[in-house]
């Protein structure tokens, strides 16, 4: 079970966190604060799962359309934390998405609905490999990429990779959502899950992220 109704949870993270960006380039004048995106004329908020952005009232479709048109205004803007967010943000809207979707049918069947939203997952995902700063991002978005193929030992690879990059970057809100995912994915008698769950907390607990925390209660 998730919680329901719209909260801005990625906007609570303040990217002064991420000390070693702090001499960052001014950003794009198109991109905004996190938990915003882009200014693409609708007010994309968090949606109902870990960092998943939908348009606030609109639904679910409309959210996945604001999403698309961001992705083809954020092309070539400058890479700084502001901008990594917004990809993360993104890559994360299509994710729910798709794991929304394969949970109405067998998830090695792919609707035509999950077939486009794992084509553009995966366009955000190069992406985001292409900034330094984005490498927490990236192995975070591409191991869950690879739980949706069913792939739960790559995925797993792939976010300790991350966790290794989130700690050399110092990036404590990408660190958490990799414990968060790591512990929701382990079986429940996995020695190592609780600890990435309790590491999930410490880490929402400082930046103030009170969704993730919501999120973490219902697992």
Known sequence: MRPSGVSRAVSSY????????KNSQPISSSVEKPGVGVNVGADVS???????????GDGEGEGIAAADTALTMMQGVTPTAFVVIAYLQLAMTYLMAWEDNQSASQPAVLSPQSSVLKKQAWQTIKVLHRFH??????????????QLRGRTAQAMKLWHKGLD???????????????YHMGRHLPTNHPTRANHLSQAHTLFTHLGT????ALLEQI
């Open 14 to 21: 303040q990217p002064h966190e991420l000390n070693t960006w």
């Open 46 to 56: 968090v949606g109902k799962s870990s960092g998943r952005a939908v348009d606030e």
């Open 133 to 146: 700063i984005g490498k927490p991002a990236a192995w975070l978005c591409q191991g869950w990429y690879e």
């Open 165 to 179: 990059a989130a700690a050399k970057l110092q990036t404590p809100y990408e660190q958490a959502l990799l414990h």
């Open 210 to 213: 009170t969704y993730e925390l």
